[in-house]
Structure formats: C-alpha cells, structure tokens
C-alpha cells in the first residue's frame, strides 16, 4: 500500500535515516514534503511511515479511529510517557472516555471561551512583533516558542485559571520543557524506541 506514495531513496536497515539532515528532524520533513508533496513516505531504519502534511487529510486520520486504527507503536510510547487515558486507549476504554470529556469539547462549549482565548492570542501576537525587530532591524522568529506560549497560557487559563503572563520565568521554563519531552516523544515513535 505504501508503494504507491513517493519518498526519498531509503537504505536497508538504516532507511533515510542515513543522512546528516535527518538530524533535525523537523526541518527534514519539510524538506521532504517540498520535494514529494503533502503525503509520503519516510523510513525510520527499517520501519515505513506515511508522513501526512494535508490538514484535511490529518484531520480524518486522527479522528476516524475505526478507519485509522491507533498503531502499537503510538499507543506504547504515549502509554509509558502519559499513562493510558483518551489520547492513548481504544475501543471501549476510548469510548467511555468521551463520553465523559467529549461534552467539554463540542463547538458550543468551546464558544463560550472565544473571546478569552481571543485576548490571549493577540496578546501573544502582539508580543511576537514586538520581538520581531531590534535597532529597526528585523529578526527572525520562533513560531515553535510562539505556538508553545499561546497554547500554554490558553490552557493554563482555560484548566486552572492562572495567567501565565504573569509569570514569564516560569513560562519560559514550562514551555521550554514541554517542547523537549514533546520532540523526545515524537523521536521514540517515530524511530520505534522504548
């Protein structure tokens, strides 16, 4: 099946795993989606994966779990990291469990939030600009550590309260952290690591 999508040339054992590129992993998939489009296929040693950059395309992958069923591999990883909860069950336990949450995350709940989610947003629109320039000089930006603040702060707001703003250290700390063990989890299931 994964025959019929391009991806660039993989080597036994090794996959495309073989050059120095392959290193920064992020920037080498965006590499490879300019060069083979929004879907392909990306060889970690000797495992295939369809990469899926098409946001529709994502969207139904990970919604539709009797068409996608969630791989050993994802369901292990995030199992031994997070523990098993809606993110990593299926089936029944995955059921139950939005039946339970699923009410919190329908449109008009979520609603509800816009305007405070709205406020956060541009306040961290407005700092990212802010930041853009030096001297009259422009800079190049971290979409990363914006995305990371913007949704820390929206989810610490939205949980617990707290306006993370408030707390720049912290922050800086929090997201720095969160974006580390991110990177380190994706890393294990896409290299198929314990």
């Avoid at 707290?162 to 997201?175: G, I, N, T, W």
Wanted: glycine fraction near 8%.
């Amino acid at each position: 099946l994964l025959r019929k999508f391009k991806g660039p040339f993989a080597l036994p054992l090794i996959g495309n795993c073989y050059t120095a590129e392959a290193l920064n992993f992020i920037k080498y998939l965006a590499t490879l989606r300019k060069r083979y489009g929004k879907m392909f296929v990306f060889f970690s040693f000797s495992q295939a994966r369809l990469v899926v950059c098409d946001p529709i395309v994502a969207r139904r992958v990970l919604s539709d779990t009797k068409a996608f069923p969630k791989g050993s591999d994802y369901t292990h990883t995030f199992n031994y990291v997070f523990g098993q909860g809606l993110v990593t069950a299926a089936g029944e336990k995955h059921k139950e469990g939005r039946n339970v949450f699923g009410k919190y995350f329908v449109r008009g709940n979520i609603a509800k939030w816009t305007d405070k989610i709205n406020v956060i947003a541009e306040k961290c629109i407005g700092e990212m600009i802010a930041g853009a320039s030096e001297n009259g000089q422009a800079k190049s930006i971290n979409i990363e550590k914006f995305f990371a603040t913007a949704a820390l702060r929206v989810f610490m707001k939205f949980c617990t309260g707290a306006d993370y703003s408030l707390m720049p250290e912290r922050e800086k700390k929090v997201c720095k952290i969160v974006s580390l063990a991110s990177n380190a989890v994706g890393e294990c299931v896409v290299f198929g690591l314990p």
